[in-house]
């Protein structure tokens, strides 16, 4: 493999991270606009911690998960009183504001960025990004995650069949968060070099489009809502300034055919009835 | 019994499927062909001077990023045209960035390994270099960003790395006593683009520290007003900086931000003197408010004296207006000079230093190219010659400009190196 396939292997591994962040928080009905300021925690909490204090990089990752997934719960009871769209503004401001913050924060390099970082390999991008997956995966066969279902369907009716919807809620926020806090800390020892720039609104909108690509009803749909979003701008570059245009099209295309994403339930449970109906 | 409609949906659910499947496969597909195509072109290809460059031709900096696009290909006809060097013609592979750190780090591996470049020309920002320069340092591949004046970027990322640009720090020493003396400066207002890295190191570190060497007052040094990229109305924080009324305003943002600003200060009377650093430079930037004064650093405009320069204005000029996507009276800027003379450094290198153009060579190739930019004296840029210093910045000659009614004129002409020696 090359290093530039590597390089891309790296940035959907990411990507996948941040899609599985955005995707537990949806699962009880919540979109939020705000989770690279979670990545941003992340990022610049691994970073500090293996170049000041020298702590070990997955030692560091792990903290740095736990750090942004208790910023998340701070942030989910707030975002209890909120739905819809102004629940997604919200996070959008605790965005901006996070990204505000790292940016007059002198420890952390301010504007400047932050740097020290040394290189990782791909394959441990992989091993965070496939062993999260994997967990989200058996989440979802877990009665937790029917739980989630159950708030995003019909959060008065979970409600009155005894489902403690406060903790289920604040929690997926906490969840998504320490995942977005770890997928910030793989990006910085991917990059090397960090600075607010990098974790703004924009940042946020790609985690979201990951999963609303890719399909919003099942892990493996920000897996692939990712890699599109990662290798697409690469492989249109033939079209040279068209590119993104083309780029855009695309999308557009997708979503008017496959407006729950490419990937749904669905398609598995048909894939599973043909499977059993073959004699 | 089967339900007509029910039939209808499973047939429109099947379809969708494939149409997932389809497209899905049709972009692997194109993607694996054309890989496999480079791979054979490269394989039949008679021996190229292959070199890199990442540009921003999208986003924020697209002008600069399509102007330097025009440019790289007119220094690819010119030098192709007498025949290219030593008879191997020179091939520039351009990528667009779209002034995207983590894209312009993965074009750095794409051009060391499937391109297999002797050196790059790029990216173009400071935030894509950060990023960029350590790629290319572990790919042992020269980068020579066009752009870059971010404090220390390329030294920290040494022996790989290098800027054809000076310091924004080296170049405000020249460019605020000229202000405060042609002005009668004896206060500022500082105003920036927060999201902007470079913009945030001038107006919060650099400015600030020469601004009060030179006796002058910052109004509001304790909270500098700042807005964001891309915002479009800019009217409240002129308002406060009209409030705060100082002799001259400190902008600390690109040209296509600063225009924002310049213009809402003329349409609120606020005719004041503007200072900046080099991202303020741009034809685009003359036009938004003529009367207005605006200084800043430049290590090229179009008008400044010499052969060189004068024939490259000339060449490129009429090539930049007829470029699709670019402002009518478009004009060549810095950062096309400065593209221009780093590709031209690398065939230089070519044509000195003994570069094999064999690919089991390549790796000593790079080397090659390394050691002469390390090395490099008196080289002949387009403003005079050039060279670098052990942190891979450009020592090279610089002007402060003033833009006024439409054009730059030059008013100091300085040298980047150690004691304004060395150029």
């Known amino acids: ?279 | 019994m089967r339900i007509p409609n029910e039939g209808g949906l499973e047939m429109k659910r099947r379809l969708s499927y494939w149409a997932a499947a389809i497209s899905a496969t049709a972009l692997m597909a194109g993607t694996t062909s054309s890989w496999a195509a480079s791979d054979v072109q490269s394989a039949a290809a008679p021996p190229e001077i292959e070199i890199g460059a990442i540009v921003p031709s999208s986003g924020p900096f697209a002008e600069w990023g399509k102007a330097n696009t025009i440019t790289l290909k007119m220094l690819e006809d010119k030098v192709n045209a007498v025949g290219g060097v030593n008879g191997a013609k020179l091939h520039i592979v351009i990528y667009d960035d779209g002034a995207r750190p983590a894209q312009a780090a993965n074009l750095v591996r794409k051009l060391a390994d499937d391109d297999k470049v002797l050196a790059i020309a790029g990216p173009l920002t400071s935030s894509a270099a950060e990023v960029a320069f350590p790629v290319a340092n572990q790919a042992k591949l020269v980068a020579t960003s066009q752009a870059s004046s971010k404090p220390g970027v390329a030294a920290n990322n040494r022996p790989w790395a290098f800027r054809n640009t000076v310091d924004e720090g080296v170049l405000a020493k020249s460019t605020v006593p000229y202000f405060k003396k042609a002005f009668g400066i004896r206060s500022v207002a500082i105003v920036y683009d927060a999201k902007d890295a470079v913009s945030t190191a001038i107006a919060n570190r650099v400015m600030p520290a020469i601004v009060k060497d030179n006796g002058i007052n910052i109004v509001n040094g304790a909270s500098p007003i700042s807005f964001n990229t891309g915002d479009i109305d800019v009217s409240a924080q002129v308002t406060a900086l009209k409030g705060l009324n100082p002799d001259g305003v400190v902008i600390g943002a690109d040209y296509s931000q600063a225009v924002t600003v310049i213009r809402e200060m003329k349409r609120q009377g606020f005719v004041k003197p503007v200072i900046g650093g080099t991202p303020l430079i741009s034809s685009a930037i003359l036009k938004a408010a003529p009367d207005l004064p605006i200084v800043a650093p430049a290590t090229y405009y179009p008008g400044v004296e010499g052969e060189g320069a004068a024939n490259f204005t000339k060449d490129l000029t009429p090539l930049l207006r007829k470029g699709s996507g670019l402002p009518a009276g478009i004009e060549p800027s810095m950062y096309d000079a400065n593209i221009y003379e780093i590709v031209s450094m690398y065939v230089d290198a070519v044509r000195k230093g003994g570069v094999a153009l064999q690919a089991p060579k390549l790796a000593s190739d790079r080397e090659r190219i390394m050691s002469y930019m390390t090395g490099l004296k008196g080289f002949r840029g387009l403003s005079g010659p050039i060279s670098f210093n052990k942190d891979g910045d450009a020592i090279k000659a610089f002007f402060v400009v003033l833009g006024k009614d439409g054009k730059w004129t030059e008013q100091v002409r300085g040298c980047s190196g150690p004691d304004g020696k060395g150029c």
């Open chain 1, 1 to 279: 493999m090359s290093t530039y396939a590597a390089g891309l292997s790296a940035d959907i591994g990411i990507a996948l991270l941040g899609g599985l962040s955005v995707y537990v928080i949806l699962a009880t009905g919540q979109l939020s606009l705000g989770n690279a300021a979670f990545m941003a925690v992340g990022a610049y909490l691994a970073s500090a911690l293996t170049v000041y204090a020298g702590l070990p990089l997955t030692a560091a990752l792990m903290l740095a998960g736990l750090a942004s997934g208790f910023l998340g719960v701070l942030v989910g009871f707030p975002a209890l009183r909120l739905r819809g769209i102004y629940l997604a503004m919200a996070t959008l401001g605790f965005g901006e504001m996070t990204r505000s913050f790292f940016l007059d924060f002198a420890p952390a390099g301010g504007a400047g960025g932050f740097r020290g970082m040394g290189p990782v390999s791909t394959a441990y991008i992989w091993a965070w990004s496939a062993s999260l997956l994997v967990g989200v995966v058996l989440l979802e066969r877990s009665r937790l995650w029917l739980e989630f279902r159950a708030v995003n369907d019909d959060e008065r009716a979970a409600d009155l069949i005894g489902l403690n919807t406060t903790a289920i809620k604040v929690g997926a926020f906490g969840l998504g968060a320490a995942i977005a806090g770890v997928a910030g800390g793989l990006f910085a020892y991917h990059q090397l070099y960090i600075e607010p720039g990098m974790f703004g609104f924009d940042r946020s909108i790609e985690m979201v489009l990951y999963v609303v690509l890719g399909g919003s009803t099942v892990a493996v749909g920000p897996l692939l809502g990712a890699t599109l979003l990662v290798l697409l701008p690469e492989f249109l570059r033939f079209l040279a300034d068209w590119r993104l245009a083309a780029f855009g099209a695309l999308l557009i295309l997708v979503l008017l055919f496959r407006r729950q994403g490419i990937i749904d339930r669905g398609m598995f449970r048909g894939l599973s009835r043909r499977k059993w109906a073959t004699p």
